[in-house]
C-alpha cells in the first residue's frame, strides 16, 4: 500500500481528513475541493494540500459557517484579504449574538414555566401547556 502523504486514494483521503468519502465528494460537487485528473487506467490520488483543505473547511463549519461562506473564505485564503474575512466573520459573530440572545430569551420563558408548573399543584391547568397553546 502507498503510505505516500502525497498520493492518498480517496479512502485514505478521508481517513486523513477525519471525514467520510462521501463527505469528500460532496465537497468537490459544492466546489470546495478540486477533483483530480484520474490517469489513465489508474485511480484519483489526494495530497496533504487537500487533507489541509478540507481540515479548513471542517474548522470553518465549527465556528458556524455555512459551505457558500466557506467557499468565499477559501477564495480569500492567500492571505492578503484579511479584511474581508474579517468582514465575513464579523456577519457570522453578529449572527451568533443574535442567535445568544434568543437562547436566552428561550431560557427565561421556559424557566418561568418550569418554576410555574412546580408551585402548581393536584387538577390544575398546567402552566406550561397552556402556554403553548396561546
Do not use: W
Not at 29 to 39: C, M, N, S, V, Y
Not at 103 to 118: D, F
Amino acid at each position: 500500500m502507498n503510505t505516500d502523504p502525497d498520493s492518498l486514494t480517496i479512502g485514505a483521503f478521508a481517513k486523513a481528513a477525519g471525514v467520510n468519502v462521501e463527505t469528500i465528494r460532496f465537497y468537490q460537487l459544492k466546489g470546495l475541493l478540486p477533483t483530480p485528473d484520474r490517469p489513465y487506467g489508474s485511480i484519483r490520488r489526494y495530497g496533504s494540500a487537500d487533507v489541509a483543505r478540507v481540515k479548513f473547511v471542517k474548522a470553518a463549519q465549527r465556528l458556524g459557517f455555512s459551505l457558500d461562506e466557506i467557499g468565499q473564505l477559501l477564495k480569500l485564503e492567500d492571505g492578503t484579504h484579511c479584511s474581508e474575512a474579517a468582514e465575513l466573520a464579523a456577519l457570522r459573530l453578529d449572527d451568533v449574538r443574535t442567535k445568544l440572545s434568543d437562547l436566552r430569551r428561550i431560557e427565561a420563558a421556559l424557566s418561568t414555566l418550569v418554576a410555574e408548573c412546580h408551585a402548581h399543584q393536584g387538577n390544575v391547568s398546567c402552566p406550561l401547556i397552556a402556554a403553548l397553546h396561546c
